[in-house]
């Protein structure tokens, strides 16, 4: 958040911790890779069990466990970028009851909300996600009232189809 605050310059960075200072260097480089591939002023951490962290200076950091054997087949398999995969893995541990939109999506995995309504729709159609409920006695036509355009579609993880497809060893 400093960096942010008192740089008047674009910068990215990337932390590496390891026991020997070339695998920090490699998890240092890795972690800028991240970083720059988010495309933001902000910095990832990558550390000794594979897993990354960040932005960092976010208030919900996704740590992406490159351990994950499913969730990179998966990404291989579904044409989905390995990273986008396994942070939305992490978003899942972190808080699964949170609800989804192209949008939240495309800010947290920093790319166009056209590619994260893509990926959602990738997820919906194999049942890892499904669309939300309005809330009780709402309307779409109440909701349409009340913005302009289109309403924002929303969408809640499937614990039970998540879990199978990315997390247990079954």
Same mark, same amino acid.
């Given at each position: 958040?400093?960096?942010?605050?008192?740089?008047?310059?674009?910068?990215?960075?990337?932390?590496?911790?390891?026991?020997?200072? =070339?695998?920090?260097?490699?998890?240092? =480089?890795?972690?800028?890779?991240?970083?720059?591939?988010?495309?933001?002023?902000?910095?990832?951490?990558?550390?000794?069990?594979?897993?990354?962290?960040?932005?960092?200076?976010?208030?919900?950091?996704?740590?992406?466990?490159?351990?994950?054997?499913?969730?990179?087949?998966?990404?291989?398999?579904?044409?989905?970028?390995?990273?986008?995969?396994?942070?939305?893995?992490?978003?899942?541990?972190?808080?699964?009851?949170?609800?989804?939109?192209?949008?939240?999506?495309?800010?947290?995995?920093?790319?166009?909300?056209?590619?994260?309504?893509?990926?959602?729709? +990738?997820?919906?159609?194999?049942?890892?996600?499904?669309?939300?409920?309005?809330?009780?006695?709402?309307?779409?036509?109440?909701?349409? +009232?009340?913005?302009?355009?289109?309403?924002?579609?929303?969408?809640?993880?499937?614990? =039970?189809?998540?879990?199978?497809?990315?997390?247990?060893? +079954?």
């Amino acid at each position: 958040m400093q960096c942010k605050k008192n740089l008047n310059f674009p910068f990215r960075l990337g932390i590496g911790l390891s026991s020997t200072k =070339e695998r920090s260097r490699y998890y240092a =480089e890795h972690a800028l890779m991240e970083s720059n591939r988010y495309g933001r002023n902000d910095a990832f951490f990558m550390e000794e069990e594979g897993k990354l962290m960040g932005p960092i200076s976010r208030e919900l950091r996704l740590i992406h466990n490159y351990k994950n054997e499913k969730a990179l087949e998966f990404a291989k398999t579904y044409g989905i970028h390995e990273n986008n995969i396994l942070k939305l893995v992490s978003l899942y541990e972190l808080a699964p009851e949170n609800a989804l939109s192209a949008q939240s999506i495309a800010e947290l995995l920093g790319i166009t909300s056209r590619s994260a309504s893509r990926i959602l729709a +990738k997820l919906l159609q194999l049942n890892l996600i499904r669309q939300g409920v309005l809330e009780e006695g709402e309307s779409l036509n109440e909701k349409k +009232k009340m913005r302009h355009g289109r309403p924002a579609l929303h969408f809640h993880f499937v614990p =039970e189809n998540f879990e199978r497809t990315f997390l247990s060893d +079954k």
